[in-house]
């Protein structure tokens, strides 16, 4: 499962919008700074779903300490639970772990280590039950992540393959490659917010915002740990129109083209109490604890 639950959305990008520009923001990498980025103020403590019929609940209960996210827990109804956690160096994030206690898979626990060199993002490796798996990266004179290459090893998860998958950036746009299959998505932002989503298959989704409200989960780190698990063979995480690139985005996401929020209550500028549907058919309420 191992979703990153969101206002409409995590794992983050390499990717979000600068706050005065279109353009995709630098990740942290650790500059001259020696502390982690921090969470916006007031950060969301938890997020609570419950189904339209009462039959389903998810929780997802975010650790923060000195500002600082450390973590965040999911937990569902049906007795599974979700721990991430994250550990840092200096600035930079060093490792990220996803541990799964679910009735239909078990315990699986996998961790991504970042490695870099003169402060910027090498290497992520992948390690899950004693085998590794490692993915070169290249990222571009603004710290962002422009290649994601999986190295070919008889070692790891992969079974020897080897792919490259592609993150092209203009003044508004971001092109994912996906390297399974050559397919192409295309984000299109608009002051710091995914407007459009088109990809090769011809879907074509407009994207709509609530600009009085801001997106707590609009955070570089979410975006870290989502290219980390993209393409990865065993991996849930996928590209579409509820993804990380659109849920981290600046500002409430209030449609998706096929989900719809409906804000009932505010806390000041963060949504408190939502009403989610699916297409025009009740799907959940959600509510934010802050």
């Known amino acids: 499962m191992k979703k990153l639950l969101l206002l409409a959305a995590a794992a983050l990008t390499v990717v979000a919008c600068k706050k005065d520009s279109d353009e995709p923001t630098p990740t942290p990498d650790g500059g001259g700074n020696q502390k982690p980025v921090e969470v916006p103020a007031g950060f969301v403590k938890s997020i609570q779903e419950v189904s339209t019929d009462g039959t389903r609940t998810k929780t997802t209960t975010y650790n923060v300490e000195n ?23 200096g600035a930079q994030l060093s490792t990220y772990t996803s541990a799964e206690n679910s009735a239909s898979r078990g315990n699986i626990v996998t961790k991504f280590n970042f490695l870099y060199e003169n402060n910027k993002l090498t290497k992520i490796e992948k390690v899950r039950d ?27 998860w992969e079974g020897g393959n ?10 508004n746009t971001l092109v994912v490659k996906d390297p399974t299959d050559g397919s192409t998505y295309t984000y299109t932002y608009e002051d710091g917010n995914v407007v459009r989503l088109q990809d090769s298959y011809r879907n074509n989704r407009v994207l709509t915002y609530d600009k009085t409200l801001v997106n ?3 955070f570089e780190y979410f975006r870290w740990i989502y290219i980390a698990q993209l393409f990865v063979r065993h991996s849930d995480i996928t590209l579409g ?17 096929v989900m719809h929020y409906e804000v009932v209550e505010k806390q000041g500028n963060k949504p408190k109490k939502v009403n989610r549907k699916y297409g025009t058919n009740p799907d959940a309420t959600i509510f934010y604890t802050y």
């Open 241 to 257: 129109s509820d993804d990380i690139f659109v849920r981290t985005s600046k500002n409430f996401l209030t449609s998706n083209g």
């Open 216 to 218: 707590d989960l609009n």
């Open 162 to 171: 080897t792919w490259t998958a592609t993150f092209t950036y203009s003044a």
């Open 67 to 89: 500002n600082v996210l450390k973590g965040w827990t999911e937990v569902i109804s049906n007795g599974d639970i979700y721990t991430h956690t994250l550990e840092y160096k």
């Open 130 to 156: 004693g085998k590794k798996d490692v993915f070169n990266i290249v990222v571009d004179n603004q710290n962002r992540i422009v290649s994601k290459h999986l190295v070919a090893s008889n070692d790891g």
